[in-house]
């Protein structure tokens, strides 16, 4: 026999022969796919989660969905997936949110939902949640969908991801910190959020009564937080800034200094101006 095929006769040699040029066939075939497969990090997160073949998501709802100066709130999600090859009978496995970029990689967000689905070894399972809301991220600049997808109890990503639609959007555009966010939907539905570096933006800073060094070190300081400040310090003066020397005593008052933001390719330069208090 030669595989499985009784050799009796010219016509039965033929045949296994064909069977074995099939299976040296569909073994050069893997050897190809695992030879040309481009090398990944497995200590690079982004590009493992970009490369693995995630379970599709075939139906999915949102009720009761808005977003509301930042925050989300999602009174109830439906996510039912139909590839449950790599799931584990009785485990249990949650809804979970993110943003994707236009390349498709994901900022998870953390989200406070403590209830999960234990899936019970059938075809098609469908995870459920209730009453989720969480904080939009503070991101760089830059266009980003909000989008769910089933996870683990520990929050490991179980599945594709689909648009969270059907979101009732106020309140924006919304300024948090030196980033302006403001929220749309495209043609399909999905919540687009939007991400521009402000070239203005205020901050407050309190301390004891400080020399020229001292207070140039705590802008400095406060300022890299969002981007690199300029040497210069300006103090606001009949209404005009004036720079400072270094020999002035510094008063409560209205300061700023200019600070800029690379961002690949592209650079925001803009102000930030300390509204500084002297005990």
Not at 63 to 77: E, H, I, P, Y
Not at 106 to 122: F, R
Not at 233 to 244: C, K, P
Not at 256 to 266: D, I, L, M, P, S
Request: proline share 3%; hydrophobic share 40%.
């Amino acid at each position: 026999r030669w595989n499985d095929v009784p050799l009796t006769n010219q016509q039965s040699i033929l045949q296994a022969r064909d069977k074995e040029l099939e299976r040296f066939a569909l073994m050069l075939e893997s050897h190809t796919q695992v030879k040309d497969a481009p090398e990944i990090d497995i200590a690079d997160t982004r590009a493992m989660e970009l490369n693995i073949n995630f379970a599709p998501i075939t139906e999915s709802s949102f009720g009761g969905a808005t977003l509301d100066g930042g925050k989300v709130c999602v009174a109830s999600a439906s996510l039912t997936i139909q590839d449950t090859t790599l799931y584990v009978k009785d485990e249990p496995y949650k809804v979970m949110f993110a943003l994707a970029d236009s390349n498709g990689g994901l900022v998870h967000i953390h989200t406070n939902n403590d209830k999960s689905t234990a899936y019970d070894g059938k075809k098609t399972f469908t995870v459920t949640a209730q009453d989720l809301q969480f904080d939009l991220p503070v991101l760089a600049l830059g266009d980003y969908t909000l989008v769910a997808y089933v996870a683990t109890a520990d929050g490991i990503r179980a599945s594709q991801y689909v648009a969270v639609t059907d979101v009732a959007i106020s309140n924006f555009p919304l300024e948090l910190q030196n980033v302006s966010l403001s929220a749309t939907k495209d043609g399909n539905g999905a919540t687009v959020v939007s991400y521009q570096y402000l070239t203005e933006f205020t901050l407050q800073l309190t301390t004891e009564k400080l020399n020229y060094k001292q207070f140039a070190e705590q802008v400095y300081q406060l300022v890299f937080k969002y981007g690199t400040p300029a040497e210069v310090i300006e103090v606001q003066m009949d209404g005009a800034f004036v720079t400072l020397t270094g020999n002035e005593t510094v008063a409560s008052g209205t300061y700023r200094v200019g600070y800029k933001v690379e961002n690949g390719a592209n650079t925001v330069e803009g102000y930030v101006y300390i509204q500084y208090t002297s005990k």
